[in-house]
């Protein structure tokens, strides 16, 4: 099913350009990323998919029908200032304050909340106003909201920004899980380090509000001159596969989720992604293997040597994993 489709889209906030002659589509159930520097329209496209915005010129449509500048329930959106979607009393209320809106009762909205907050790992501020908390913690709220009315489709702008590593792992498997649920996910973001972790598609805008790339998070990655021209990375900055690389170290590399049509995975191009591929996964294989030990010492820690035992296995086996990852890719 068709989520959205924008045909030729344009956006002006009082004469000034925020999106141009935009057009594509999104399917239920795909995780995309929406990339581009600052003032590209990341937020502008948020907006009008969530029927805040109406396009000044275009076609959008929503749930094959024209969309009607009203709110749709089976749409929630994040944005990336929290504030603007927090006004209750306390956190408690504004877990409880959706379900309740949208015609559910007291006792399975209490519930709904109490799983969100056990979820998030936010209980402890459960009478905690939300203008008391830190920049993460009122993140982490401002998502609870969005899942406490179990929507079909998640707007997500700029989310993983102001949280902390350990938060923004725990963010990155919510999303997974999301995705396994058959969620529809579209994320806005300039951080081009967590987008395959994130997504199976990767839509890039210019700094001319137009649309410049539409392809797999890999192909984005790997072209070079495109992320330049969209002013994500800089032409001096270390580069792997052409980009800035920080390694998130959630398991998202399991490119056995991505759900593409075999049309999309031509010939030609398979020996040059899964090069790609393979030296990532060696240049980052001393990390991963360090990682292994990092996560082992803490497992030991909480009384899990079984688990330890196997990640440290695991770490020590990483130096057949580098000779199998060369092997493979003499095979190319």
């Given at each position: 099913?068709?989520?959205?489709?924008?045909?030729?889209?344009?956006?002006?906030?009082?004469?000034?350009?925020?999106?141009?002659?935009?057009?594509?589509?999104?399917?239920q159930?795909?995780?995309?990323?929406?990339?581009?520097?600052?003032?590209?329209?990341?937020?502008?496209l948020?907006?009008?998919?969530?029927?805040?915005?109406?396009?000044?010129?275009?076609?959008?449509?929503?749930?094959?029908?024209?969309?009607?500048?009203?709110?749709?329930?089976?749409?929630?959106?994040?944005?990336?200032?929290?504030?603007?979607?927090?006004?209750?009393?306390?956190?408690?209320?504004?877990?409880?304050?959706?379900?309740?809106?949208?015609?559910?009762?007291?006792?399975?909205?209490?519930?709904?909340a109490?799983?969100?907050?056990q979820?998030?790992?936010?209980?402890?501020?459960?009478?905690?106003?939300?203008?008391?908390?830190?920049?993460?913690?009122?993140?982490?709220?401002?998502?609870?909201?969005?899942?406490?009315?179990?929507?079909?489709?998640?707007?997500?702008?700029?989310?993983?920004?102001?949280?902390?590593?350990?938060?923004?792992?725990?963010?990155?498997?919510?999303?997974?899980?999301?995705?396994?649920?058959?969620?529809?996910?579209?994320?806005?973001t300039?951080d081009?380090?967590?987008?395959?972790?994130?997504?199976?598609?990767?839509?890039?805008?210019?700094?001319?509000?137009?649309?410049?790339?539409?392809?797999?998070?890999?192909?984005?990655?790997?072209?070079?001159?495109?992320?330049?021209?969209a002013?994500?990375?800089?032409?001096?900055?270390?580069a792997?596969?052409?980009?800035?690389?920080?390694?998130?170290?959630?398991?998202a590399?399991?490119?056995?989720?991505?759900?593409?049509e075999?049309?999309?995975?031509?010939?030609?191009?398979?020996?040059?992604?899964?090069?790609?591929?393979?030296?990532?996964?060696?240049?980052?294989?001393?990390?991963?293997?360090?990682?292994?030990?990092?996560?082992?010492?803490?497992?030991?820690?909480?009384?899990?040597?079984?688990?330890?035992?196997?990640?440290?296995?695991?770490?020590?086996?990483?130096?057949?994993?580098?000779?199998?990852?060369?092997?493979?890719?003499?095979?190319?």
């Amino acid at each position: 099913m068709k989520i959205f489709g924008l045909r030729n889209i344009s956006y002006s906030y009082k004469g000034r350009t925020a999106l141009e002659n935009v057009s594509f589509d999104i399917h239920q159930g795909e995780s995309i990323s929406i990339l581009g520097a600052n003032g590209s329209g990341k937020s502008t496209l948020l907006y009008m998919l969530q029927g805040l915005l109406k396009p000044s010129s275009g076609e959008l449509a929503a749930f094959e029908k024209e969309a009607s500048g009203i709110i749709d329930p089976r749409i929630s959106m994040l944005f990336q200032n929290s504030q603007a979607q927090l006004f209750c009393l306390s956190v408690w209320d504004e877990l409880v304050s959706g379900p309740l809106q949208r015609g559910l009762g007291a006792a399975a909205a209490s519930q709904r909340a109490e799983d969100i907050m056990q979820l998030l790992a936010i209980g402890h501020l459960k009478d905690r106003s939300p203008w008391q908390l830190s920049g993460g913690e009122m993140k982490k709220v401002a998502l609870g909201t969005c899942l406490s009315t179990n929507p079909d489709v998640f707007l997500l702008d700029e989310p993983t920004a102001g949280l902390d590593p350990r938060s923004q792992v725990e963010f990155m498997e919510l999303i997974a899980g999301l995705r396994k649920a058959g969620k529809t996910i579209i994320t806005a973001t300039h951080d081009l380090h967590i987008i395959q972790d994130l997504s199976e598609r990767a839509i890039v805008l210019g700094e001319d509000h137009r649309l410049l790339e539409d392809d797999l998070p890999a192909n984005v990655l790997a072209k070079k001159d495109v992320l330049l021209k969209a002013n994500l990375i800089h032409e001096h900055m270390h580069a792997h596969v052409g980009y800035k690389h920080e390694h998130s170290h959630f398991g998202a590399h399991d490119h056995n989720e991505i759900k593409q049509e075999p049309s999309a995975f031509k010939e030609e191009q398979m020996d040059a992604k899964l090069k790609v591929l393979l030296e990532h996964w060696m240049e980052h294989n001393e990390e991963h293997a360090k990682t292994y030990l990092e996560w082992a010492e803490k497992a030991r820690k909480e009384g899990n040597a079984a688990l330890a035992g196997i990640l440290e296995k695991i770490a020590k086996e990483s130096g057949n994993l580098t000779r199998l990852f060369e092997q493979a890719k003499g095979k190319l």
